[in-house]
C-alpha cells in the first residue's frame, strides 16, 4: 500500500519533471542568437543569394507569430506525437531522423553503461571483500587514473592503435558496409565487432568511478553488525558477498546508475565523433550548430524521457532491494 | 573468478577481432569519394533543394547544368547547351539545346524540360537559391533545340546562375505535388552517374547511367561514399588508400599526405574566395579610409599566411581579388592598393594624421576582432593581426564564439573588426557588389546578408551598372578594373589572403584527376557543378 503510494507520488513528480524540460527544450533554443534559415544561409555561403532567404524561411514555416502561440502548438502537436521537419535534415521528420540514430546509441551506450556498472560493482565488491590484498591495492588507483585521461585522447589512441596500426578492429561505422542489416550471425558479428572498440573506451573512462564508490559503500556496509551475524551463523561467503553486503551497497550506487542509463540516450558524442557510430550524441551537436529547433526539441524529448524512464526503473528496483520502502 | 580475468578477456577479444581481416580490397572500378561530414546518411537527391539534406552526387554527378563555368580557364563549358546569345538590348537569352541527349530511363531529354525547370523555381520561391525571377521575366522552349528567356531588365552576371541551375526531367517532376519535401529517392537524371546501387546508413553506391550522352564516358563504373564525421576519420581514410578523391585541409601536407606514397597527390590553388579582416565602416573610428589602411600596413601577411594557412596561400595584394579571378587582375590597380604590403612607420604617420597620436606607447583607439570559435586557422589568424596591431600602438583583443553568434553579430553591424569570408562566383562583379554597392548596405542593427563592412560609393554602382548591361569581354575587364581602382583608393575591407580550394587524390586505381601539371579543372570534390569535368575524365588504370 504504502509502496504503491510511494510509486504514484514518484510518478507525479516524474510528470511535472517532463513538462519542465519540454518547456526548457522550447525556451533555450531561441535564446541562442541568430535564427535557423540564418543558419543555413551562412552555411551555403553565397551559393544562397540573400533575396531568397525570405522564401528559405518560409518554406521552413517560420511564423511571426508570438512567442506564446508558438508554444501552445509546440505543445499542441508534442501531445499527438508529431514533432515536426528537422531543418538541418530537411525534408526528413524529426522522428525518423531519431529513429536512424536511437537504436544505435542505445545499443552502443546503453551496453557500455551497463557493462561498465556491472564490472565495476563486481570489482568494487570484490576488492571490498579482499581489502588490502593485491587487487585492491592496484586496480582502483589504476583505472581512476585511466579514467583520468581525457577521454577524446583515450579514443582516439584506441582508435590508431586497435582500429588503424594493428587493424584487429574496424575503424569506423557500426557494421561492415558489404552488409545488410538483418538477424543473420554475419550481421550480429558484424555489429558486436564494430562495437568492440568504442565500448572498450567508455568502459575504461568510466569503470573506475563505479569501482571506487562500490568499494568504499561496500566497506562500510561488511562492517554492519548483520554482516557479523551472517558471518557467525555460518553463512557461505558468497552469500554474505552478496546477498548481504553486496545488496546494500549497490542502493546508493544504484541512483547513480539509472541517472547514468537516462543520459545514455544523449549519447556519448565523442564516442561516436571518433569512431565514425551513427548515434544521437553528433545528431545533437550538428543540431545545436545549425539551430535546428525541432530536432533540438525532438533529441531533449527524447532524453527528458530516458531520464525520467531510467530513474523510474531505478524506483522499481529500490523498492524491491531495499524493504524499509515497502513499510 | 581469478584476478588475471580482465586480461584474459581482451587478449580472447583480439583474437576473435584478428580472426577476419576489416580492410576487403576495394571493387575494381568503383571510385571512393568524400562525401561532407557527416556520422549518418539520409536518401535523399533533390537537386534543387540547396537548403535540405541532399547527398553529394544529387548535383555533383547526377543532375547536370546547361553549361559549366571552369574557374581556371574562365569559359563556360558546353554540356547541355551548346551555345548561347545576348540580344543587343540584353533582355533576351537565347541557349541552343543539345540534341541526343536522354534521360537515365531512357526518355529523350530536350528544351521542355529546361523550361519546366526554370518554371519550377518561379512557382516555388524557396528552390529559387539564385534569385533567378527577380531579374526573369518570362522562360520559353519555341523547339526541342532552342530555350528563350527574358529579362526584367539587363543583369549580365546572372548568366552564371542560369548556366549553372541543375536540370530536371519535366516527365518525372510535373508529377511531384511538394518539390520541397521530394526526396527524391529514385533519381532520373541526364548525368554519368545516376543508378543508385546500395544505400545504407552509412554507406552509399551509384552506379553508371546507362544512357550518358557522352560517348564511352563515365570509364568509372560505380562512385562509394562512406560516412565520415570528422576531419580525423577523413584522414585516416585517406592515409588508408581508402578514399580516391577527396577535399579535406590536411597540415602539412607534404610530410603527412604526399610522401608517404608516390601515389598521393594534392593540390591546392588559391580558387577560393579571399579572406579579409572587415572593419564595420559605419562606426567610428573605421569610416575613415586612413585607419583602414594604417590598420591594413600594420599586418605582417606574409608571417600570417606561414603561421595560419600553413603557408598554403599567398598575401592578398590591392585589389583583393582570388586566383579564381586572375585574368581580372590589373597591376596598376593592384599597386595602387599599396597599403596591403607590411609597413608599421607607415601605419603609424597614418594613425597620427587621423588623430590618434601615441600616448605613453598607445592610441586611443579600443577594437575587438570577432572570430568564430573552432575556425582554427582564422582564430591563429587574428591573433597575429592582434599581435602586429599592438605593435603600431592600437589594442584589438580577439573574441571567439559560437559560429552563429560571430555570423550574427557580422550581420548586424555589431562588432568593429571581424575576420570572414567573401563573396564568390564566376566574375568579380558580385565581389565588389558586397564590398562597395549602396544597394547592398544596411542600416546597423538590421540583419545584412552581405556588404558587412557597410560601405557603399556612388561610383561603384554606376560601374556595376554598366557592368549588368555589358557582355562584352573587354568592356567587362575595363569596368572590373574600375572596380579595382575604387577598391584599391577606398580600403573598403582590409583582404588577408585568397583562401586554397582543397583537393587531393589517389591514382593508385584511377587516373586523370586534375593537378597542377594538369590543370583542366579544379580538384577539390565539393566544387559543383565542376566535378562533373573530373568524373567524366577520370578512368580505372
Redesign the interface.
Known amino acids: 500500500m504504502t509502496a504503491a503510494l510511494h510509486l504514484l507520488r514518484r510518478l507525479g513528480f516524474y510528470l511535472l519533471a517532463a513538462w519542465a524540460s519540454v518547456t526548457l527544450a522550447f525556451v533555450v533554443p531561441r535564446l541562442?542568437?541568430?535564427d535557423p534559415a540564418?543558419?543555413?544561409?551562412?552555411r551555403?555561403?553565397?551559393?544562397?543569394?540573400?533575396?531568397?532567404?525570405e522564401?528559405?524561411r518560409?518554406?521552413?514555416g517560420f511564423t511571426d507569430a508570438s512567442a506564446g502561440r508558438q508554444y501552445l502548438r509546440y505543445l499542441g502537436h508534442l501531445a499527438r506525437g508529431d514533432l515536426g521537419v528537422?531543418i538541418?535534415?530537411?525534408?526528413?521528420s524529426v522522428a525518423?531522423?531519431i529513429a536512424?540514430?536511437l537504436a544505435w546509441t542505445l545499443l552502443l551506450v546503453g551496453m557500455a553503461v551497463l557493462l561498465s556498472f556491472t564490472l565495476g560493482s563486481l570489482l568494487g565488491l570484490?576488492a571490498a571483500w579482499r581489502r588490502g590484498r593485491?587487487?585492491d591495492a592496484t586496480l582502483p588507483p589504476l583505472l581512476t587514473f585511466a579514467g583520468a585521461l581525457p577521454y577524446f585522447w583515450v579514443a582516439?589512441l584506441a582508435?590508431?592503435t586497435?582500429?588503424?596500426t594493428?587493424?584487429?578492429?574496424?575503424?569506423?561505422?557500426?557494421y561492415?558496409?558489404?552488409l545488410?542489416?538483418s538477424f543473420s550471425f554475419a550481421f550480429v558479428a558484424s555489429v558486436v565487432?564494430h562495437a568492440?572498440l568504442p565500448a572498450?573506451t567508455v568502459i575504461v573512462a568510466t569503470v573506475g568511478g563505479w569501482m571506487l564508490s562500490m568499494r568504499n559503500t561496500a566497506l562500510r556496509t561488511l562492517s554492519e553488525d548483520y554482516v557479523l551475524l551472517a558471518r557467525a551463523k555460518g553463512l557461505s561467503p558468497a552469500r554474505i558477498m552478496f546477498a548481504y553486503a553486496g545488496r546494500n551497497a549497490l542502493l546508493p550506487n544504484l541512483t547513480g546508475f539509472g541517472m547514468e542509463l537516462g543520459f545514455v540516450l544523449s549519447g556519448s558524442l565523442l564516442t561516436?565523433?571518433?569512431f565514425?557510430?551513427?548515434?544521437q550524441g553528433?545528431?545533437l551537436l550538428r543540431a545545436v550548430?545549425s539551430?535546428d529547433y525541432p530536432l533540438i526539441q525532438g533529441l531533449f524529448l527524447t532524453i527528458t524521457l530516458a531520464v525520467l524512464g531510467a530513474n523510474w526503473l531505478v524506483d522499481l528496483a529500490t523498492v524491491w532491494l531495499d524493504p524499509r520502502t515497502r513499510t | 573468478m581469478s584476478s588475471s580475468w580482465p586480461l584474459r578477456l581482451v587478449l580472447l577479444g583480439a583474437l576473435a577481432a584478428s580472426c577476419a581481416s576489416h580492410r576487403p580490397p576495394p571493387e575494381p572500378g568503383v571510385l571512393a569519394v568524400a562525401e561532407e561530414q557527416s556520422a549518418s546518411f539520409t536518401r535523399n537527391f533533390n537537386p534543387l533543394l540547396y537548403s535540405g539534406d541532399v547527398r553529394w552526387p544529387a548535383r555533383h554527378a547526377m543532375y547536370e547544368p546547361l553549361f559549366i563555368y571552369n574557374p581556371l580557364t574562365g569559359a563556360y563549358v558546353p554540356w547541355l547547351a551548346e551555345a548561347y546569345a545576348w540580344s543587343e538590348d540584353r533582355l533576351l537569352l537565347r541557349l541552343r539545346i543539345r540534341q541526343g541527349v536522354r534521360w537515365s530511363d531512357g526518355a529523350p531529354f530536350t528544351a521542355r524540360d529546361v523550361a519546366f525547370t526554370f518554371r519550377l523555381l518561379s512557382r516555388h520561391p524557396a528552390l529559387d537559391v539564385q534569385a533567378l525571377w527577380q531579374h526573369l521575366a518570362d522562360v520559353r522552349a519555341p523547339d526541342d533545340a532552342t530555350f528563350e528567356i527574358s529579362m526584367k531588365r539587363p543583369h549580365v552576371p546572372l548568366l552564371e546562375a542560369i548556366a549553372q541551375q541543375p536540370i530536371v526531367p519535366e516527365h518525372v517532376w510535373s508529377g511531384v505535388a511538394d518539390p520541397m519535401a521530394f526526396a527524391n529517392e529514385h533519381p532520373i537524371a541526364t548525368g554519368p552517374f545516376t543508378e543508385v546501387t546500395s544505400f545504407k546508413n552509412q554507406v552509399y553506391e551509384v552506379a553508371r547511367n546507362p544512357y550518358y550522352w557522352q560517348p564511352g564516358v563515365p570509364a568509372v563504373r560505380a562512385l562509394r561514399f562512406r560516412a565520415h564525421p570528422s576531419n580525423e576519420q577523413m584522414l585516416l581514410a585517406l592515409l588508408g588508400n581508402e578514399l580516391d578523391w577527396a577535399c579535406e585541409f590536411i597540415p602539412a601536407v607534404e610530410r603527412i599526405w604526399q610522401r608517404p606514397d608516390p601515389h598521393h597527390h594534392h593540390w591546392f590553388p588559391l580558387l577560393d574566395s579571399t579572406i579579409f579582416l572587415y572593419p564595420n565602416t559605419a562606426r567610428k573610428p573605421l569610416d575613415d579610409a586612413r585607419v583602414r589602411k594604417a590598420l591594413s600596413l600594420a599586418i605582417d601577411r606574409a608571417l600570417l599566411v606561414k603561421v595560419a594557412v600553413h603557408g598554403y596561400s599567398r598575401p592578398a595584394d590591392g585589389t583583393g581579388l582570388s586566383d579564381a579571378h586572375a585574368r581580372y587582375r590589373d597591376g596598376a590597380a593592384a599597386a595602387e592598393g599599396d597599403w596591403v604590403g607590411h609597413d608599421p612607420a607607415r601605419a603609424a604617420r597614418l594613425l597620427d594624421e587621423a588623430g590618434f597620436p601615441l600616448h605613453g606607447g598607445r592610441r586611443a583607439l579600443a577594437l575587438t576582432i570577432q572570430v568564430p570559435a573552432g575556425y582554427s586557422d582564422w582564430v591563429a589568424a587574428a591573433q597575429i593581426i592582434s599581435r602586429d596591431l599592438r605593435r603600431v600602438g592600437v589594442e584589438a583583443a580577439v573574441r571567439t564564439s559560437d559560429f552563429s553568434a560571430w555570423f550574427d553579430r557580422l550581420g548586424r553591424g555589431d562588432y568593429t573588426l571581424a575576420l570572414g569570408w567573401s563573396e564568390l562566383s564566376a566574375s568579380p562583379y558580385g565581389f565588389y557588389r558586397a564590398l562597395m554597392s549602396r544597394k547592398t548596405v544596411q542600416p546597423l542593427g538590421e540583419t545584412a546578408p552581405e556588404n558587412w563592412p557597410r560601405f557603399g560609393l556612388a561610383a561603384a554602382d554606376e560601374l556595376l551598372d554598366a557592368l549588368d548591361a555589358t557582355s562584352n569581354p573587354e568592356e567587362e575587364r575595363r569596368l572590373v578594373v574600375g572596380l579595382e581602382r575604387l577598391f584599391a583608393k577606398h580600403a573598403p575591407a582590409i583582404p588577408l589572403y585568397p583562401a586554397p580550394s582543397w583537393g587531393q587524390f589517389n591514382d593508385t586505381r584511377f587516373t586523370g584527376f586534375p593537378d597542377a601539371a594538369h590543370p583542366y579543372a579544379p580538384l577539390s570534390s565539393s566544387l559543383e557543378p565542376q566535378t562533373l569535368l573530373v568524373l567524366t575524365r577520370i578512368a580505372p588504370r
Open positions: 541562442m542568437p541568430g540564418q543558419a543555413v544561409f551562412a551555403l555561403r553565397g551559393r544562397l543569394k540573400p533575396e531568397a532567404v522564401a528559405l518560409a518554406a521552413l528537422s538541418s535534415h530537411y525534408p526528413a525518423s531522423v536512424g540514430a570484490l593485491w587487487l582516439m582508435l590508431f586497435g582500429g588503424f594493428l587493424g584487429w578492429f574496424p575503424v569506423r561505422h557500426a561492415d558496409e558489404s545488410t542489416p565487432r568492440v572498450a561516436e565523433i571518433v565514425s557510430y551513427p548515434g553528433y545528431l550548430q539551430l
